[in-house]
Structure formats: structure tokens, C-alpha cells
């Protein structure tokens, strides 16, 4: 099993900066690649960023010059750095992981970007 905590969400203007963090524990060694969904109300769950393994990364193209995902092995800990934020970026922001065991979901952290 893997756990996940997020944090680092709030309320920001258009903009704004906001940095997520997302710390792993449990079984971290069996994890194959780290992400970031989003769902905003009424909306599905989309993919936001995912950091793999090997450190190959994939963006949404509607983040890509705005948002970084990165990694802190060290922390166990996954970063989404969100810049120029949008008020369209406002949702919930949800950490998510892939290990041997299959796939786990933090309890996610709420984004809101005002105009």
C-alpha cells in the first residue's frame, strides 16, 4: 500500500503562484510513476502531470509553460509548481501514484484561483 498526503492548495489571484506537495509513504520502492489530476465541479478528472520513473514527464497542454512537476526522492515528496494560474485552473487537485501493487490516490487539496 501507498498513502498519499497533498498540501499546498488555497486561494490565489490570476496570476499567482501556487506550489503543491505530495508525500508518498508506505511501500515508495515498488512506485513506478507520480502524478497530478485535477476535477473541477461538475467536470471529470483530467490529468494535470505525471512524473515517471525514469524521469520522463508529461503535461496537460493546458498547463505546459505554467506548471512543473518535479520530484524530491530524498522526501519522497512530488512538487506541482503552478504559475500564471488561471481562474479555469480552479478544482480539486489530486495526487496520484502507480506501484506494483496498482494505483493510489491522495485525499486531495482544493485550488481556487480568483479573477
Known amino acids: 500500500q501507498v498513502q498519499l498526503v497533498e498540501s499546498g492548495g488555497g486561494l490565489v489571484q490570476a496570476g499567482g503562484s501556487l506550489r503543491l506537495s505530495c508525500a508518498a509513504s508506505?511501500?515508495?520502492?515498488?512506485?513506478?510513476?507520480m502524478g497530478w489530476y485535477r476535477q473541477a465541479p461538475e467536470k471529470q478528472r483530467e490529468l494535470v502531470a505525471v512524473?515517471?520513473?525514469?524521469?520522463?514527464?508529461i503535461y496537460a497542454d493546458f498547463v505546459k509553460g505554467r506548471f512543473t512537476i518535479s520530484r524530491d526522492n530524498a522526501k519522497n515528496t512530488v512538487y506541482l509548481q503552478m504559475n500564471i494560474l488561471k481562474p479555469e485552473d480552479t478544482a480539486v487537485y489530486y495526487c496520484?501514484?502507480?506501484?506494483?501493487?496498482?494505483?493510489?490516490w491522495g485525499q486531495g487539496t482544493q485550488v481556487t484561483v480568483s479573477s
Open positions: 496520484a501514484a502507480v506501484s506494483s501493487k496498482g494505483g493510489f
Open positions: 508506505g511501500s515508495i520502492f515498488s512506485l513506478k510513476s
Open positions: 512524473l515517471g520513473s525514469g524521469g520522463n514527464t
